[in-house]
């Protein structure tokens, strides 16, 4: 079993800048997908950008060039650093960690972003 936990959601200003962080723990394969999904009330969940423990990156395009994904393998930690934000970024933001050899996906349970005009 794969434990995730979100922090460093919070309330920004338009314009402003926040750093998610998912500490991944428990049962790892060294091969994963690691990213982030956000859920705004009403809609369905969505992606935001993905890295693979290899480093390549996936990202939607109504965040590209505003929103970064990293990942630190020695701490099982991935990251996503959100620049510009607008209104329209307030979600719940989800972390999830794709086990690509026994094909499992784990999530974490949120952390919220609200952007105010």
């Known amino acids: 079993q794969v434990q995730l936990v979100e922090s460093g959601g919070g309330l920004v200003q338009a314009g402003g800048s926040l750093k998610l962080s998912c500490a991944a723990s428990?049962?790892?394969?060294?091969?994963?997908?690691m990213g982030w999904y956000r859920q705004a009330p009403g809609k369905q969940r969505e992606l935001v950008a993905t890295?693979?423990?290899?480093?390549?990156?996936n990202a939607a395009d109504s965040v590209k060039g505003r929103f970064t994904i990293s990942r630190d393998n020695t701490k099982n930690t991935v990251y996503l650093q959100l620049n510009s934000l607008k209104p329209e970024d307030t979600a719940t933001y989800y972390c999830?960690?794709?086990?690509?050899?026994?094909?499992?996906?784990?999530w974490g349970r949120g952390t919220q972003v609200t952007v105010n005009s």
């Open positions: 999830r960690m794709t086990d690509v050899v026994r094909n499992i996906n784990y």
């Open positions: 428990g049962n790892i394969f060294s091969i994963n997908v």
């Open positions: 890295v693979t423990s290899g480093g390549s990156t």
